[in-house]
């Protein structure tokens, strides 16, 4: 059985001549909302090719529009059309008088309905891509959102930290000069060249008020060194 594949829209056409249909024009047209007078005439055309015996039958493949965040991909018999049957259909055991006649009126109105019927779902592919798109958006979005709270959160903790670093490296210098201020320091000298200039090695002895320390670590002793300038002492009190 041949098919043949009428496509609307213009990444519809390309989807399907990827897969190696000849759907001919891509119908763009009739998206973006397109008026009723534009749909109404390519619906024409589908009857046209029907009754004139082109098409056997025709069925329309279109995303049904249900809710912002479902869209239900439908398959739908267009042409030869089905009424479908109502429960008043089903129920009813009175007879109606029709005037003109039933198959009179049918002529005139199955036209129209087609049209209408084709229209729809147009309308509920516009209105499924739109919703698809919207929840795209949102979500992309709401990632971003995300993200950019995980990086502020690690940002102001890299942040925090410096600071505190910063912070403890103020507070040591400034024990270490407020250490300075009352500590006692004598120095020991081993000897001396014959021109009078010191050549030993100075052994510091520390102590606080009401303490006594043997040693300093060796970042109080370069402190200490850069802030004192010892030319010539001896048991000398700082």
């Not at 018999?77 to 009126?105: C, G, H, M, R």
Request: aromatic share 8%; with cysteine; charged share 30%.
């Amino acid at each position: 059985e041949e098919v043949c594949v009428i496509a609307v829209g213009r990444k519809m056409a390309e989807a399907l001549r990827k897969r190696g249909y000849d759907c001919g024009e891509d119908n763009s047209k009739l998206v973006n909302f397109a008026p009723y007078k534009d749909v109404a005439e390519f619906a024409e055309k589908l009857n046209s090719g029907f009754y004139s015996g082109e098409f056997s039958k025709v069925i329309l493949v279109y995303n049904r529009f249900e809710s912002l965040a479902h869209q239900v991909p439908t398959e739908e018999q267009y042409l030869p059309y089905k009424a479908p049957k109502t429960q008043v259909e089903e129920n009813n055991e009175e007879e109606f008088i029709f005037e003109p006649d039933a198959s009179k009126i049918a002529e005139e109105m199955l036209p129209q309905l087609l049209k209408l019927k084709f229209y729809a779902a147009v309308l509920d592919s516009e209105a499924a891509e739109q919703a698809a798109r919207t929840i795209a958006m949102q979500t992309a979005s709401d990632n971003g959102d995300r993200l950019l709270t995980e990086l502020t959160l690690e940002y102001n903790k890299g942040r925090q930290q410096k600071i505190t670093a910063e912070i403890l490296d103020l507070v040591g210098d400034e024990a270490l000069v407020s250490a300075i201020d009352t500590l006692d320091l004598q120095s020991v000298k081993d000897g001396r060249t014959s021109d009078g200039t010191d050549s030993s090695i100075h052994t510091w002895s520390v102590t606080t008020r009401g303490k006594d320390t043997d040693t300093i670590d060796s970042s109080c002793h370069k402190r200490l060194f850069m802030i004192c300038n010892f030319n010539d002492f001896t048991n000398s009190e700082y």
